[in-house]
């Protein structure tokens, strides 16, 4: 089989054939790595897209669905491999607002582009980002924000984080429809990504490990 059939199935949102095109690349003697860079591959097309608007939330939903079924059959024999995720990210929407949709996107594509991700949840509370990243060493800290009557908590986040010395070590970045660069700026974020496919892009960013041309 060729491997770019796991990136077609991949886009295409078809959850099984994933799952079976990615057990077949490894009996067919793939090895680990090769087959994730594949699905990571596959993943980045899909954000692609996403970011040019040629789909949409719902198609993104079901690919992430589809990375996810490849990367559980990946997941026992990464973890024997020895293959360290890029790097540890938390997310949580931010305290005082319920909306996890975009959050939960990102989350996924973090996941699907090789991150480990802890997801605090919702309505997550200043000192709950921050027992996370000192707890679990985390390298990135993610806020997602949907309310403008929230939206002030990632600045006492930041602050926080600051005070405890944590500033330099753990990045932070922010995102949601009220954000805005500018605001991510204003309240000293690391990052800012207004979609959950530039959020990947703006990590891998934050981590050293690629940088925008703009
Ligand atoms: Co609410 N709601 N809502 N709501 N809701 C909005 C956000 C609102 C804009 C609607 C409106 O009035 N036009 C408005 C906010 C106004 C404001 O403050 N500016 C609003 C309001 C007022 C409220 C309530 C206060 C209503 C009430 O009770 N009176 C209430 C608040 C509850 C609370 O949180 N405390 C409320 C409740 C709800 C529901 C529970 C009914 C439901 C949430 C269900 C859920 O999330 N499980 C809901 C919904 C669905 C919406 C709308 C319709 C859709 C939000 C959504 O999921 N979009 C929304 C109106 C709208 O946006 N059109 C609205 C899809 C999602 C994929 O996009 O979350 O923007 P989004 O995420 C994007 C980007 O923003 C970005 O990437 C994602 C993918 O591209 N992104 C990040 C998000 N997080 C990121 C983090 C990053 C980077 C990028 O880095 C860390």
């Known amino acids: 089989m060729k491997l770019e059939s796991i990136i077609e199935a991949l886009n295409n949102g078809e959850i099984g054939r994933v799952s079976e095109l990615t057990k077949q690349a490894l009996d067919e003697g793939n090895g680990v790595k090769t087959v994730l860079d594949t699905l990571i591959k596959g993943m980045d097309d899909v954000g692609a897209k996403f970011r040019e608007n040629e789909i949409f939330i719902p198609e993104v939903l079901i690919s992430a669905k589809a990375m996810h079924a490849g990367l559980n059959i990946l997941e026992p024999l990464l973890s024997a491999s020895g293959i360290r995720p890029l790097a540890k990210v938390c997310i949580g929407t931010v305290k005082g607002d319920l909306h996890d949709i975009g959050k939960n996107l990102v989350a996924m594509m973090f996941r699907g582009a090789g ?29 997602s924000s949907l309310l403008t009557t929230s939206m002030g908590v990632m600045k006492h986040v930041i602050e926080r984080l600051k005070e405890q010395g944590l500033g330099n070590r753990v990045k932070t970045m922010v995102g949601g429809a009220p954000i805005t660069d500018e605001f991510a700026r204003s ?24 940088k925008k041309n703009k």
């Open 115 to 143: 991150f480990e991700v802890m997801d605090l949840g919702i309505d997550v509370p200043v000192e709950k980002f921050i027992d996370a990243a000192k707890q679990e060493e985390m390298n990135i800290i993610a806020m």
């Open 187 to 210: 309240i000293g974020a690391d990052g800012y990504a207004k979609d959950a496919s530039s959020a990947v892009e703006k990590a891998r960013e934050l981590i050293g490990l690629h």
